[in-house]
């Protein structure tokens, strides 16, 4: 994994992908890895312990990277162990200031104030920052934190919040679901004096996993799977020991799923929870793709050319409906099926802007306004150079490449390694031609 002075290197890489001509010859098995978005929480959590925090199941990702250095930046050590493994111990004490340029690149960066905040009673950060999907504003942080008796005031580009007497309980209503703004309050509601709710909170499988942890280790918190939770907080958490397991990626898991419905003959994915993604494995069904469904596993069975699917329309939502972060690859799915789809993305602006590649590669697609779009195929998709906007566009651009005739080029790859550990060679031993190479400055 790149450190933050490395990144310019990774920004020159790409990959190079030479298409099937919607054939479909993939076959073999994928393993799933543990989930980037319950892990970065994760990571935060352990702030919030008294003891070395073993945390395993984890992806080999830039994200990972990053918040590693976060940590170290504050004084926390972080320890790398086996393949899959970190373990996080807390600083005693510190001058908790985020780095400014990890920030600045990296969402979940804010994920970290709650801990922060709430264990060492002031938080410095810049607005954090990362794909660019559309607007994300931190309002729901900084009203829930005054709420809870923090001050917080902006000097020049850093937020300052401080609660010099430690935060307190309250109640709190989350205007708009929120992952990392329930997260982040979660956090900081377990160290704070008193009973703490929070209404309309994410369901979220990755939060639930975190809240979950966070309970087994000593928190009080009650009502976990619910749109309330109820935190009573107390000191630092000092369960020896402490050992957070990571949830597959559903994320990754709906991806590979696209590309086997795609290009596989038979595509099989591993160590995945199906009920992560039922709201896409049931529009896949009612499009037509054959699926075989176990407790952790699923196997894409193809009899039938991609043209044979039927149109589906998809509407985002906060889970358990469809998610964003699939909106792009099932958008790129779309293109290779019989009919009209109609697309509402419901959670950020900007995230169709990536069509415009898929439509110069051959896409049919009418965007309306930043929320809506009309698919209609099957069309034929030719290989292009394409520019990953964001981590899910970026994996959508792989797929749309495999699926194309001739060679594309994909750029920007450190959007897609911040999401999935090694890409490259996961695809390859299932029979896609790509290589990663490193283009000259």
């Given at each position: 994994?790149?450190?933050?002075?490395?990144?310019?290197?990774?920004?020159?890489?790409?990959?190079?992908?030479?298409?099937?001509?919607?054939?479909?010859?993939?076959?073999?098995?994928?393993?799933?890895?543990?989930?980037?978005?319950?892990?970065?929480?994760?990571?935060?959590?352990?702030?919030?312990?008294?003891?070395?925090?073993?945390?395993?199941?984890?992806?080999?990702?830039?994200?990972?990277?990053?918040?590693?250095?976060?940590?170290?930046?504050?004084?926390?050590?972080?320890?790398?162990?086996?393949?899959?493994?970190?373990?996080?111990?807390?600083?005693?004490?510190?001058?908790?200031?985020?780095?400014?340029?990890?920030?600045?690149?990296?969402?979940?960066?804010?994920?970290?104030?709650?801990?922060?905040?709430?264990?060492?009673?002031?938080?410095?950060?810049?607005?954090?920052?990362?794909?660019?999907?559309?607007?994300?504003?931190?309002?729901?942080?900084?009203?829930?934190?005054?709420?809870?008796?923090?001050?917080?005031?902006?000097?020049?580009?850093?937020?300052?919040?401080?609660?010099?007497?430690?935060?307190?309980?309250?109640?709190?209503?989350?205007?708009?679901?929120?992952?990392?703004?329930?997260?982040?309050?979660?956090?900081?509601?377990?160290?704070?004096?008193?009973?703490?709710?929070?209404?309309?909170?994410?369901?979220?499988?990755?939060?639930?996993?975190?809240?979950?942890?966070?309970?087994?280790?000593?928190?009080?918190?009650?009502?976990?799977?619910?749109?309330?939770?109820?935190?009573?907080?107390?000191?630092?958490?000092?369960?020896?020991?402490?050992?957070?397991?990571?949830?597959?990626?559903?994320?990754?898991?709906?991806?590979?799923?696209?590309?086997?419905?795609?290009?596989?003959?038979?595509?099989?994915?591993?160590?995945?929870?199906?009920?992560?993604?039922?709201?896409?494995?049931?529009?896949?069904?009612?499009?037509?793709?054959?699926?075989?469904i176990e407790k952790n596993s699923l196997r894409v069975k193809n009899g039938r050319p991609s043209r044979s699917y039927r149109a589906v329309n998809v509407k985002t939502h906060e889970y358990p409906g469809f998610p964003t972060d699939l909106q792009a690859p099932l958008l790129?799915?779309?293109?290779?099926?019989?009919?009209?789809?109609?697309?509402?993305?419901?959670?950020?602006?900007?995230?169709?802007?990536?069509?415009?590649?898929?439509?110069?590669?051959?896409?049919?697609?009418?965007?309306?306004?930043?929320?809506?779009?009309?698919?209609?195929?099957?069309?034929?998709?030719?290989?292009?150079?394409?520019?990953?906007?964001?981590?899910?566009?970026?994996?959508?651009?792989?797929?749309?490449?495999?699926?194309?005739?001739?060679?594309?080029?994909?750029?920007?790859?450190?959007?897609?390694?911040?999401?999935?550990?090694?890409?490259?060679?996961?695809?390859?031993?299932?029979?896609?031609?790509?290589?990663?190479?490193?283009?000259?400055?």
């Open positions: 994994m790149a450190t933050m002075g490395a990144m310019q290197a990774k920004d020159k890489e790409v990959f190079i992908v030479q298409g099937l001509a919607g054939e479909k010859s993939l076959s073999g098995t994928v393993h799933i890895n543990g989930s980037k978005n319950a892990a970065l929480p994760a990571f935060a959590a352990a702030l919030l312990f008294k003891h070395p925090v073993r945390l395993s199941n984890i992806p080999t990702i830039e994200d990972i990277a990053r918040v590693s250095e976060l940590l170290e930046g504050i004084g926390a050590t972080v320890e790398k162990g086996k393949k899959d493994e970190y373990t996080v111990t807390a600083p005693s004490d510190t001058k908790p200031e985020l780095n400014k340029d990890i920030s600045k690149r990296l969402r979940a960066s804010v994920i970290f104030t709650g801990p922060l905040l709430a264990r060492y009673g002031e938080v410095q950060f810049p607005h954090p920052g990362g794909c660019v999907i559309g607007p994300r504003p931190i309002d729901l942080f900084l009203s829930a934190y005054e709420a809870m008796g923090a001050r917080s005031y902006l000097s020049g580009e850093t937020y300052v919040l401080s609660a010099p007497e430690g935060l307190h309980g309250a109640e709190i209503f989350f205007k708009n679901q929120s992952v990392t703004a329930t997260e982040a309050l979660l956090m900081a509601a377990v160290l704070a004096e008193g009973t703490t709710t929070l209404h309309n909170v994410a369901l979220e499988p990755e939060v639930t996993s975190v809240a979950e942890f966070l309970r087994e280790g000593g928190a009080c918190i009650e009502g976990i799977g619910s749109t309330t939770l109820t935190i009573t907080g107390g000191g630092v958490l000092t369960k020896e020991k402490p050992h957070y397991h990571c949830i597959p990626d559903r994320i990754e898991s709906g991806s590979f799923l696209i590309l086997g419905a795609l290009s596989a003959e038979s595509l099989i994915l591993h160590d995945m929870n199906p009920d992560h993604i039922r709201s896409l494995i049931t529009l896949l069904q009612e499009s037509g793709v054959d699926l075989e790129t799915y779309l293109t290779q099926v019989s009919g009209e789809s109609f697309i509402f993305e419901t959670v950020f602006e900007n995230r169709l802007n990536y069509t415009e590649d898929l439509i110069r590669m051959g896409a049919n697609i009418k965007v309306f306004n930043p929320h809506q779009a009309i698919v209609t195929g099957p069309t034929p998709l030719k290989g292009r150079d394409l520019e990953s906007p964001d981590i899910r566009a970026g994996l959508a651009f792989l797929i749309a490449a495999i699926v194309a005739s001739g060679s594309s080029i994909v750029h920007n790859v450190y959007y897609i390694d911040r999401g999935y550990e090694r890409i490259e060679e996961r695809l390859g031993p299932l029979g896609v031609s790509i290589r990663r190479e490193h283009l000259p400055t």
